[in-house]
């Protein structure tokens, strides 16, 4: 049986595939191709949605570099430095210290791949907290089921994280507090989420016959 860890990922053309070359979906293309979250690829403007886009991986990859202690701030892009400089005033806000950062996640029976932003432990809390970082609106991303996807394929590898919190965390750095924290915790979207796969596979296999 495959592992997290056997996942590749081409970050240029957002593929994951197994160790035989076997692609995978990943969370996010699940949730676009079901209509469950925007497909921001058919909408106008472009231009914008692309920079959005830009935007927000660098966010993730600046926020990552941050919370593993070694971002050089002045590196940071003009455009993105209002969001990471959000991210650490949350993190500083709430305490949090990370345990699992930018991690390739795959669920050996349900069969989709994903790359989780973190998991976080925070003084007080008694399980730790799966968050994923937002540039835009958690709704429209269907975040819910985003994070329950993450949760379940890592618990799959790591049962001792079965229970966890689960948040979006949108960046609103134009807000006098710069972050909108979202808890998700209605235990039906596990369910919710496996109907989805497996409305996205039922879909895939009539396309393919």
């Known amino acids: ?46 231009e914008a949605i692309e920079r959005k886009r830009d935007i927000g991986i660098a966010v993730h990859s600046d926020a990552h570099a941050f919370d593993d202690g070694d971002l050089d701030w002045r590196t940071v892009h003009p455009d ?29 029976v349900l069969r989709y791949a994903g790359t989780l932003d973190g998991i976080f432990e925070q003084p007080g809390r008694p399980v730790p907290v799966l968050i994923d970082i937002k540039c835009g609106d958690p709704q429209a991303a269907a975040a819910q089921y985003q994070t329950e996807a993450y949760r379940a394929a890592y618990a799959s590898a790591h049962p001792g994280f079965a229970a966890v919190e689960r948040w979006s965390v949108q960046l609103t750095p134009e807000r006098r507090v710069p972050y909108v924290i979202t808890p998700y915790t209605d235990w ?10 497996t409305t996205y596979f039922a879909a895939a296999g009539r396309r393919a016959a």
């Open 1 to 46: 049986m495959f592992r997290s860890t056997d996942i590749a990922f081409d970050a240029g053309a957002h593929v994951y595939s197994l160790p035989d070359g076997t692609r995978v979906p990943s969370v996010t293309q699940i949730l676009r191709a079901t209509g469950v979250s925007t497909d921001f690829a058919v909408l106008p403007n472009r």
């Open 188 to 197: 039906q979207d596990a369910e919710v989420w496996r109907a989805i796969v």
């Open 80 to 108: 993105v430095l209002p969001y990471v400089e959000a991210w650490a005033i949350f993190r500083e806000q709430k305490k949090l210290a990370p345990l699992v950062r930018e991690r390739a996640v795959w669920h050996p």
